[in-house]
Protein backbone atom coordinates (compact mmCIF):
# COMPACT_ATOMS: atom_id res chain seq x y z
CA UNK A 1 0.00 0.00 0.00
CA UNK A 2 1.61 3.22 -1.09
CA UNK A 3 2.46 6.33 1.34
CA UNK A 4 -0.43 8.36 2.39
CA UNK A 5 -3.44 5.50 1.71
CA UNK A 6 -5.71 4.96 4.50
CA UNK A 7 -7.49 2.16 5.92
CA UNK A 8 -10.44 1.62 8.27
CA UNK A 9 -11.29 -0.27 10.91
CA UNK A 10 -14.39 -2.37 12.12
CA UNK A 11 -14.52 0.64 14.82
CA UNK A 12 -14.80 3.22 11.59
CA UNK A 13 -11.51 4.88 12.55
CA UNK A 14 -8.77 5.94 9.91
CA UNK A 15 -5.48 6.09 10.67
CA UNK A 16 -2.92 6.91 8.29
CA UNK A 17 -0.28 4.11 7.21
CA UNK A 18 3.63 5.65 7.97
CA UNK A 19 6.62 5.31 6.12
CA UNK A 20 9.05 3.12 8.01
CA UNK A 21 12.41 2.60 7.51
CA UNK A 22 15.53 5.48 7.47
CA UNK A 23 13.56 7.48 5.46
CA UNK A 24 10.87 8.04 8.01
CA UNK A 25 10.19 10.98 10.14
CA UNK A 26 11.84 14.34 9.82
CA UNK A 27 14.67 12.67 10.31
CA UNK A 28 14.36 10.38 7.34
CA UNK A 29 13.05 14.34 5.13
CA UNK A 30 16.38 15.33 6.10
CA UNK A 31 18.30 12.33 4.29
CA UNK A 32 16.23 12.13 1.28
CA UNK A 33 16.54 16.35 0.59
CA UNK A 34 21.01 15.70 1.53
CA UNK A 35 20.63 12.79 -1.14
CA UNK A 36 18.88 15.45 -3.90
CA UNK A 37 21.10 17.67 -2.86
CA UNK A 38 24.52 15.71 -3.49
CA UNK A 39 22.94 14.73 -6.92
CA UNK A 40 22.47 18.12 -8.05
CA UNK A 41 25.91 18.67 -7.12
CA UNK A 42 27.61 15.99 -8.59
CA UNK A 43 27.76 16.82 -11.98
CA UNK A 44 29.84 20.25 -10.87
CA UNK A 45 32.12 18.23 -8.78
CA UNK A 46 32.56 15.65 -11.50
CA UNK A 47 33.69 18.63 -13.35
CA UNK A 48 36.17 20.05 -10.80
CA UNK A 49 37.55 16.52 -9.76
CA UNK A 50 38.23 15.89 -13.52
CA UNK A 51 39.45 19.13 -14.71
CA UNK A 52 40.82 21.26 -11.78
CA UNK A 53 42.08 18.45 -8.86
CA UNK A 54 43.04 15.55 -11.15
CA UNK A 55 45.24 18.10 -12.94
CA UNK A 56 46.81 19.66 -9.74
CA UNK A 57 47.46 16.51 -8.22
CA UNK A 58 48.83 14.48 -11.06
CA UNK A 59 51.69 17.86 -11.57
CA UNK A 60 52.57 17.27 -7.95
CA UNK A 61 52.83 13.60 -8.82
CA UNK A 62 55.28 14.77 -11.90
CA UNK A 63 57.04 17.06 -9.76
CA UNK A 64 58.30 14.77 -7.51
CA UNK A 65 59.81 12.80 -10.76
CA UNK A 66 62.66 13.45 -12.26
CA UNK A 67 60.82 13.81 -15.65
CA UNK A 68 61.96 14.44 -18.65
CA UNK A 69 59.49 13.43 -22.38
CA UNK A 70 58.71 9.97 -20.27
CA UNK A 71 58.61 9.06 -16.32
CA UNK A 72 62.12 9.36 -14.33
CA UNK A 73 63.13 8.06 -11.46
CA UNK A 74 61.15 8.89 -8.10
CA UNK A 75 63.16 11.91 -6.54
CA UNK A 76 60.82 13.12 -3.77
CA UNK A 77 61.68 16.86 -3.02
CA UNK A 78 64.97 17.20 -4.67
CA UNK A 79 63.01 19.43 -7.55
CA UNK A 80 61.89 21.24 -4.88
CA UNK A 81 65.39 21.69 -3.02
CA UNK A 82 67.48 22.20 -6.56
CA UNK A 83 65.31 25.34 -6.87
CA UNK A 84 65.41 26.74 -3.26
CA UNK A 85 68.82 25.51 -1.86
CA UNK A 86 69.19 23.35 0.64
CA UNK A 87 66.41 22.09 3.43
CA UNK A 88 67.95 24.02 6.45
CA UNK A 89 67.74 27.31 4.46
CA UNK A 90 64.01 26.64 3.59
CA UNK A 91 63.85 25.65 7.30
CA UNK A 92 65.12 29.10 8.16
CA UNK A 93 62.78 31.16 5.69
CA UNK A 94 59.62 29.44 6.06
CA UNK A 95 60.17 29.64 9.92
CA UNK A 96 61.04 33.15 9.89
CA UNK A 97 57.88 33.70 7.22
CA UNK A 98 55.60 32.11 9.69
CA UNK A 99 57.25 33.63 13.13
CA UNK A 100 56.85 37.23 11.36
CA UNK A 101 52.92 36.54 10.59
CA UNK A 102 52.41 34.66 14.48
CA UNK A 103 54.16 38.15 15.19
CA UNK A 104 51.24 40.26 13.21
CA UNK A 105 48.74 38.05 14.52
CA UNK A 106 49.23 38.35 18.06
CA UNK A 107 50.04 42.32 18.06
CA UNK A 108 46.38 42.47 15.93
CA UNK A 109 44.64 40.55 19.02
CA UNK A 110 46.43 43.13 22.01
CA UNK A 111 43.79 45.01 23.35
CA UNK A 112 44.71 48.65 22.91
CA UNK A 113 43.88 49.47 26.74
CA UNK A 114 47.09 49.20 28.88
CA UNK A 115 46.64 45.62 31.10
CA UNK A 116 49.27 42.92 32.30
CA UNK A 117 47.56 40.74 29.56
CA UNK A 118 48.03 43.23 26.89
CA UNK A 119 51.59 43.83 27.87
CA UNK A 120 52.45 40.28 27.72
CA UNK A 121 50.99 40.17 24.14
CA UNK A 122 52.94 42.89 22.95
CA UNK A 123 55.97 41.32 24.41
CA UNK A 124 55.21 38.06 22.90
CA UNK A 125 54.68 39.77 19.75
CA UNK A 126 57.63 41.91 20.13
CA UNK A 127 59.90 38.56 20.62
CA UNK A 128 58.59 36.43 17.42
CA UNK A 129 59.34 39.66 15.48
CA UNK A 130 62.69 39.87 16.19
CA UNK A 131 63.39 35.69 15.95
CA UNK A 132 61.54 35.63 12.52
CA UNK A 133 63.59 38.63 11.32
CA UNK A 134 67.15 36.88 12.60
CA UNK A 135 65.68 33.83 10.60
CA UNK A 136 65.48 35.85 7.37
CA UNK A 137 68.33 37.18 8.02
CA UNK A 138 69.85 33.56 8.39
CA UNK A 139 68.48 31.40 6.18
CA UNK A 140 67.40 34.12 3.16
CA UNK A 141 71.24 34.87 2.11
CA UNK A 142 71.98 31.17 1.82
CA UNK A 143 68.94 30.58 -0.04
CA UNK A 144 69.71 32.90 -2.69
CA UNK A 145 73.58 31.21 -2.93
CA UNK A 146 72.15 28.09 -2.56
CA UNK A 147 69.28 28.17 -5.12
CA UNK A 148 68.30 28.49 -8.60
CA UNK A 149 69.12 31.83 -9.23
CA UNK A 150 67.22 31.68 -12.18
CA UNK A 151 63.86 31.53 -10.35
CA UNK A 152 64.72 34.19 -7.71
CA UNK A 153 65.45 36.58 -10.34
CA UNK A 154 62.42 35.96 -12.32
CA UNK A 155 60.45 36.21 -8.88
CA UNK A 156 61.92 39.59 -8.78
CA UNK A 157 61.28 40.77 -12.55
CA UNK A 158 57.34 39.41 -11.41
CA UNK A 159 57.66 41.72 -8.44
CA UNK A 160 58.59 44.86 -10.09
CA UNK A 161 55.74 43.97 -13.44
CA UNK A 162 53.09 43.72 -10.34
CA UNK A 163 54.60 46.52 -8.28
CA UNK A 164 54.54 48.78 -11.30
CA UNK A 165 50.88 47.73 -13.03
CA UNK A 166 48.88 46.85 -10.26
CA UNK A 167 48.62 50.58 -8.47
CA UNK A 168 48.60 52.26 -12.22
CA UNK A 169 45.95 50.12 -12.90
CA UNK A 170 43.43 50.79 -9.68
CA UNK A 171 44.29 54.80 -10.03
CA UNK A 172 43.55 55.56 -13.55
CA UNK A 173 40.59 52.64 -13.75
CA UNK A 174 39.19 54.63 -10.32
CA UNK A 175 39.61 57.98 -11.92
CA UNK A 176 38.02 57.13 -15.24
CA UNK A 177 35.36 55.55 -13.30
CA UNK A 178 34.33 58.60 -11.93
CA UNK A 179 34.52 60.69 -14.98
CA UNK A 180 32.91 58.19 -16.59
CA UNK A 181 30.00 58.25 -14.01
CA UNK A 182 29.06 61.74 -14.63
CA UNK A 183 26.72 63.04 -16.84
CA UNK A 184 28.92 63.64 -19.84
CA UNK A 185 28.33 64.01 -23.61
CA UNK A 186 29.39 60.44 -25.21
CA UNK A 187 30.00 58.61 -22.23
CA UNK A 188 28.94 55.13 -23.52
CA UNK A 189 30.84 55.33 -26.48
CA UNK A 190 33.55 56.22 -24.14
CA UNK A 191 32.92 53.24 -22.07
CA UNK A 192 33.00 50.83 -25.29
CA UNK A 193 36.48 52.62 -26.35
CA UNK A 194 38.02 51.72 -22.99
CA UNK A 195 36.99 48.12 -22.70
CA UNK A 196 37.87 47.60 -26.11
CA UNK A 197 41.45 46.57 -25.50
CA UNK A 198 39.94 44.18 -23.01
CA UNK A 199 38.36 42.36 -25.73
CA UNK A 200 40.84 42.34 -28.33
CA UNK A 201 42.49 39.40 -28.60
CA UNK A 202 45.57 39.35 -26.60
CA UNK A 203 48.00 37.68 -29.09
CA UNK A 204 46.91 39.95 -31.63
CA UNK A 205 46.81 43.51 -29.85
CA UNK A 206 50.01 42.04 -28.60
CA UNK A 207 51.71 41.72 -31.78
CA UNK A 208 50.82 45.43 -32.45
CA UNK A 209 52.24 46.81 -29.50
CA UNK A 210 55.45 45.26 -30.20
CA UNK A 211 55.18 47.14 -33.81
CA UNK A 212 54.33 50.00 -32.49
CA UNK A 213 57.69 50.21 -29.85
CA UNK A 214 60.15 48.49 -32.40
CA UNK A 215 63.37 50.79 -31.79
CA UNK A 216 63.39 50.70 -35.95
CA UNK A 217 60.41 50.97 -37.58
CA UNK A 218 57.70 51.53 -34.51
CA UNK A 219 55.37 54.33 -34.64
CA UNK A 220 56.60 56.04 -30.98
CA UNK A 221 60.02 55.92 -32.74
CA UNK A 222 59.53 57.50 -36.17
CA UNK A 223 57.33 59.88 -33.97
CA UNK A 224 59.86 60.97 -31.50
CA UNK A 225 62.29 60.75 -34.58
CA UNK A 226 59.83 63.66 -36.29
CA UNK A 227 59.63 65.30 -33.45
CA UNK A 228 63.52 66.14 -33.45
CA UNK A 229 65.34 63.31 -31.29
CA UNK A 230 68.99 62.20 -32.96
CA UNK A 231 68.85 58.83 -33.82
CA UNK A 232 70.90 57.47 -31.64
CA UNK A 233 69.45 58.92 -28.93
CA UNK A 234 66.13 57.09 -29.39
CA UNK A 235 64.84 54.36 -26.86
CA UNK A 236 65.79 51.13 -27.85
CA UNK A 237 62.06 49.59 -26.11
CA UNK A 238 61.65 45.80 -26.33
CA UNK A 239 65.55 45.56 -26.82
CA UNK A 240 66.79 47.93 -23.43
CA UNK A 241 67.59 45.98 -20.67
CA UNK A 242 69.21 48.78 -18.56
CA UNK A 243 66.54 49.63 -15.70
CA UNK A 244 64.76 52.79 -16.25
CA UNK A 245 66.21 54.71 -13.47
CA UNK A 246 69.51 53.98 -14.43
CA UNK A 247 68.28 56.11 -18.14
CA UNK A 248 66.40 58.31 -16.56
CA UNK A 249 69.34 59.10 -14.40
CA UNK A 250 71.86 59.10 -17.28
CA UNK A 251 69.75 61.73 -18.94
CA UNK A 252 70.07 63.89 -15.98
CA UNK A 253 73.78 62.99 -15.07
CA UNK A 254 72.91 61.14 -11.89
CA UNK A 255 74.79 57.80 -11.67
CA UNK A 256 72.23 55.58 -10.09
CA UNK A 257 73.55 52.44 -9.10
CA UNK A 258 73.27 48.97 -10.55
CA UNK A 259 71.32 47.80 -7.61
CA UNK A 260 68.70 50.58 -7.81
CA UNK A 261 68.29 50.32 -11.43
CA UNK A 262 64.42 49.23 -11.15
CA UNK A 263 63.06 47.40 -14.07
CA UNK A 264 64.16 47.97 -17.67
CA UNK A 265 63.21 49.54 -20.57
CA UNK A 266 61.88 46.23 -21.95
CA UNK A 267 59.67 45.22 -19.11
CA UNK A 268 58.12 48.67 -19.03
CA UNK A 269 56.78 48.60 -22.21
CA UNK A 270 54.82 45.06 -21.01
CA UNK A 271 53.57 46.97 -17.83
CA UNK A 272 52.14 49.97 -20.65
CA UNK A 273 50.68 46.95 -22.82
CA UNK A 274 49.05 45.24 -18.97
CA UNK A 275 47.61 48.84 -18.04
CA UNK A 276 46.20 49.85 -21.69
CA UNK A 277 44.53 46.04 -21.40
CA UNK A 278 42.89 46.13 -18.18
CA UNK A 279 41.81 49.73 -17.45
CA UNK A 280 38.93 49.70 -19.49
CA UNK A 281 38.17 46.48 -17.17
CA UNK A 282 38.85 48.02 -14.30
CA UNK A 283 36.63 50.99 -15.07
CA UNK A 284 33.90 48.85 -15.41
CA UNK A 285 34.02 47.15 -12.59
CA UNK A 286 34.57 50.38 -10.69
CA UNK A 287 31.52 51.83 -12.35
CA UNK A 288 29.31 48.96 -10.79
CA UNK A 289 30.88 49.35 -7.71
CA UNK A 290 30.15 53.61 -8.00
CA UNK A 291 26.02 52.68 -8.68
CA UNK A 292 25.95 50.64 -5.34
CA UNK A 293 26.88 53.75 -3.50
CA UNK A 294 23.67 54.89 -2.04
CA UNK A 295 22.99 58.84 -3.44
CA UNK A 296 21.59 59.58 0.28
CA UNK A 297 25.13 59.65 1.79
CA UNK A 298 26.34 61.97 -0.86
CA UNK A 299 23.52 64.45 0.02
CA UNK A 300 23.51 64.29 3.78
CA UNK A 301 27.29 64.66 3.41
CA UNK A 302 26.72 67.56 1.47
CA UNK A 303 24.41 68.90 3.68
CA UNK A 304 26.54 68.71 6.39
CA UNK A 305 29.17 70.72 4.88
CA UNK A 306 31.43 67.94 2.73
CA UNK A 307 33.22 69.16 -0.23
CA UNK A 308 33.99 67.25 -3.19
CA UNK A 309 37.43 65.85 -2.17
CA UNK A 310 35.81 65.62 1.44
CA UNK A 311 33.09 63.28 -0.82
CA UNK A 312 35.47 61.27 -2.95
CA UNK A 313 37.69 60.37 0.29
CA UNK A 314 35.24 59.77 3.18
CA UNK A 315 32.47 58.60 1.20
CA UNK A 316 33.49 57.24 -2.07
CA UNK A 317 36.84 55.39 -1.65
CA UNK A 318 35.70 53.44 1.42
CA UNK A 319 32.37 52.62 0.05
CA UNK A 320 34.07 51.44 -2.97
CA UNK A 321 36.67 49.94 -1.20
CA UNK A 322 35.02 46.07 -1.67
CA UNK A 323 35.66 46.69 -5.24
CA UNK A 324 39.57 47.96 -4.99
CA UNK A 325 40.10 44.68 -2.40
CA UNK A 326 39.21 42.57 -5.46
CA UNK A 327 40.73 44.44 -8.25
CA UNK A 328 43.74 44.64 -6.59
CA UNK A 329 43.68 40.78 -5.89
CA UNK A 330 42.97 39.66 -9.21
CA UNK A 331 45.47 42.04 -10.51
CA UNK A 332 48.06 40.99 -8.69
CA UNK A 333 47.67 37.26 -9.27
CA UNK A 334 47.20 38.18 -12.77
CA UNK A 335 50.57 39.51 -12.81
CA UNK A 336 52.19 36.37 -11.34
CA UNK A 337 50.15 33.95 -13.99
CA UNK A 338 51.01 36.86 -16.90
CA UNK A 339 52.57 34.55 -19.59
CA UNK A 340 50.70 35.06 -23.15
CA UNK A 341 51.32 39.53 -23.77
CA UNK A 342 55.23 38.70 -22.61
CA UNK A 343 55.65 35.60 -24.85
CA UNK A 344 54.52 37.67 -27.61
CA UNK A 345 56.14 40.76 -27.40
CA UNK A 346 59.74 39.29 -26.79
CA UNK A 347 58.75 36.59 -29.86
CA UNK A 348 61.71 36.07 -31.67
CA UNK A 349 64.15 35.72 -29.39
CA UNK A 350 65.34 34.10 -26.57
CA UNK A 351 62.84 33.93 -23.87
CA UNK A 352 63.47 36.83 -21.35
CA UNK A 353 64.95 38.68 -24.00
CA UNK A 354 66.54 40.89 -23.27
CA UNK A 355 69.41 39.41 -20.76
CA UNK A 356 66.46 38.19 -18.84
CA UNK A 357 64.94 41.21 -17.78
CA UNK A 358 61.33 39.68 -18.87
CA UNK A 359 61.51 36.82 -17.51
CA UNK A 360 58.95 36.41 -15.28
CA UNK A 361 58.34 32.95 -13.10
CA UNK A 362 55.45 32.24 -15.68
CA UNK A 363 57.93 32.43 -19.08
CA UNK A 364 61.04 30.82 -16.71
CA UNK A 365 58.26 27.71 -16.09
CA UNK A 366 57.75 27.52 -19.51
CA UNK A 367 61.35 27.94 -20.48
CA UNK A 368 62.24 24.68 -18.18
CA UNK A 369 58.95 22.76 -19.93
CA UNK A 370 59.32 23.52 -23.41
CA UNK A 371 63.29 24.11 -23.77
CA UNK A 372 64.63 22.21 -21.53
CA UNK A 373 61.96 19.71 -21.13
CA UNK A 374 62.12 19.03 -17.06
CA UNK A 375 58.63 18.24 -16.70
CA UNK A 376 59.46 17.43 -13.26
CA UNK A 377 61.59 20.70 -12.18
CA UNK A 378 58.85 22.85 -13.82
CA UNK A 379 56.22 21.71 -12.30
CA UNK A 380 58.02 21.58 -8.71
CA UNK A 381 58.50 25.45 -9.81
CA UNK A 382 54.82 25.81 -10.88
CA UNK A 383 54.14 24.89 -6.90
CA UNK A 384 56.50 27.12 -5.97
CA UNK A 385 54.60 30.26 -7.93
CA UNK A 386 51.71 29.10 -6.31
CA UNK A 387 52.85 29.07 -2.96
CA UNK A 388 54.09 32.54 -3.63
CA UNK A 389 50.72 33.40 -4.64
CA UNK A 390 48.64 31.98 -1.75
CA UNK A 391 50.82 33.96 0.65
CA UNK A 392 50.70 37.14 -0.82
CA UNK A 393 47.08 36.52 -1.06
CA UNK A 394 46.98 36.29 2.83
CA UNK A 395 48.80 38.95 3.17
CA UNK A 396 46.44 41.18 1.13
CA UNK A 397 43.83 39.61 3.42
CA UNK A 398 44.96 40.41 6.85
CA UNK A 399 46.04 43.79 5.33
CA UNK A 400 42.74 44.74 4.37
CA UNK A 401 41.31 43.53 7.64
CA UNK A 402 39.25 46.83 8.85
CA UNK A 403 39.84 48.65 5.56
CA UNK A 404 37.07 46.99 3.42
CA UNK A 405 33.49 48.18 4.22
CA UNK A 406 30.91 45.86 3.38
CA UNK A 407 28.05 47.50 4.80
Known amino acids: MAYGETITTRENHIRPITQRGIFAGRRGRRIREALQAYLFLLPGVLLLLVFNLFPVGYAFYISLHKWRIQQGDYVGFDNYLRALGRP ?100 AMWRIIYFLPYVTVTVASAAVWRTIFDPKRGFVNVALAALGVAEGSLPQ ?39 WVYVGYNTVIYMAGLGNVPREMYEAAKIDGASRWDLLRHVTIPLVSPTTYFLVMMGVLGTFRAFNHVYVITAGHTLGFPQGTTMTASILIFKNFWEGHRFGYASAMAFILTGVMLTLTWIQNRVSEGRVFYG
Open 88 to 187: IDVLWVVGGLVLLAAAWMVWRSVDSEISNRSLLGRGLAALLLITGGLALILGWPHMLANGDKNLFSSLAVTFFYSAGTVPLQIILSFLLANILFQNIWGK
Open 237 to 275: WIFEPTGINVLIGNRLGIDVPAWAGGPSLALIVIILYNV
